[in-house]
């Protein structure tokens, strides 16, 4: 399509802050961290993904611990958590405890990933209330331990609906209302062969997604509707609540809501979809604008993965590129010290 070629391909890719100088920072006081997927999450984030220095076991427990250390005293008002990557696993000789699914990121098909904007030993993610409070804490925390690429995103402050934390994305239409309540269906059990350490934790996904804005302006509000296949406030097609069911039973043909609708793709509502708890955040750079996409749950092959591939060659595709992101494991109260010491032993 020649519209979506230009559209993204002539944006420049840009590597994430690579190597910025950091300074020394000491722990400081503060408040205990927040809790996986704390509602409604903060107006300001910030991702720093990071390849920390040193390898084997004792090298890399210095720099986990002086992290986790760093999150847990944030400053008051800042909510921080730790997410780690497969590489993690393997630079600290750590194998044998790697979450079971965790690998790197492959490529999804219509993927063209920047390396210097994927993957990463561990994700830190820094929210406040302000763009300026997210980035000093980000930049205190984690600019001595191997910056590999960082993102800025930004959603709309304290907005709950249904009982769902929802934002607005750039393309003009609100997200979260299809999202599970709360975390505990994202949580890894323990019954799910998971290593001992890891139970209440999270996969989480990032993934980077540019968006064609101007060509998705284009398009009438009732052509990009029935792609989404929601009202841009939320609103289902056949005018039910946005916190209601669909009625997809009562229009197996998708004459109300499209069978090829990114929602319909996304969730079918056949019971086969592991629950998947979405928080989109926006971003805007020199050369482009889109989507820090971030995912949790507790199975990545019947989570992202699956619906993933359910979403592969779906309308919406033609509108945006997807050029980073990682996979990472947030460990059990990720905010905290507490997840380091059963780790590292
Ligand atoms: C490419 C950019 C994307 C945009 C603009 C977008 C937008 C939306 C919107 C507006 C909704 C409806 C409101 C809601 O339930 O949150 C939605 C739902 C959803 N999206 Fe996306 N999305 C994007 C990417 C993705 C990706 C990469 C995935 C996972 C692989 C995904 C999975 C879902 C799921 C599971 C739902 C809920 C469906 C339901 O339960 O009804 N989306 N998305």
Redesign the pocket.
Known sequence: MPGRQHALTRRAVIAGAVGLAGGCSAPRPGRARAELLSAPPRPHTVLAALDLPGSGRQGVAGALRRLAERTESAAAGVETAVALGASLFDRAGLAALRPRQLAAMPSFPGDVLDPRRCHGDVLVQVGADTAEEAAREAEAIADDLGVRWRMSGFREAARVDAGRPVAT?L?G???????PAGAEVVRVGDRQGEPAWAIGGSYLVV?V?Q?ATELWNRDTEAEQERI???RRD?TWLDGRPAGAE?GYAADPHGRRTPLDA??RR??P?DGS?AP?A?R?YSFRGRDEQG?L?T?YQKDLASG?EA??RR?AGER?GRY?LTVGGGYFFVPPRAGTTSWVEPLLG
């Open positions: 994305n393309f239409f609100v997200e979260g209302h299809g999202n993934r997604i968006f989404i296949g929601r939320g669909p990114h929602v996304a969730n509502r979809v998947l979405r989109g989507l996409f995912a992202f619906v993933q979403l919406l945006t």
